[in-house]
């Protein structure tokens, strides 16, 4: 059974920044593309960035590009999410998920981090 345990939100004020875990058990995360999705209050989950297994590629949704970056550590199991300038609009739980390959689809979830910025 795969876990995914996210970590790093908190309360943070507009222009800060933060960087999310995510610590991914079992053995094979290393050859799985990892993803981070985000839902606000009253919002759908939206999509964030995902990264291919090796961490060569990434991707970011358009409104994310710039302020975002996703890497990873595949010797420790976690995916990181780092988040600069933030703004009260990034207010949200996010989520890391596991990738099936080739599929644009995810199999597993993390139980989410809660984000909040303060203006």
């Known amino acids: 059974q795969v876990q995914l345990v996210e970590s790093g939100g908190g309360l943070v004020q507009a222009g800060g920044s933060l960087r999310l875990s995510c610590a991914a058990s079992?053995?094979?995360?290393?050859?799985?593309?990892m993803a981070w999705f985000r839902q606000a209050p009253g919002k759908e989950r939206e999509f964030v960035a995902a990264?291919?297994?090796?961490?060569?590629?990434?991707y970011y949704a358009d409104s994310m590009k710039g302020r975002f970056t996703i890497s990873r550590d595949n010797a420790k199991n976690t995916v990181y999410l780092q988040i600069n300038s933030l703004k009260p609009e990034d207010t949200a739980v996010y989520y890391c998920?596991?990738?099936?390959?080739?599929?644009?689809?995810?199999?597993?979830w993390g139980q989410g981090t809660q984000v909040t910025v303060s203006s």
């Open positions: 998920a596991r990738g099936v390959a080739g599929t644009g689809e995810y199999d597993y």
């Open positions: 079992g053995r094979t995360f290393s050859i799985y593309p």
């Open positions: 990264i291919s297994w090796s961490g060569s590629s990434t």
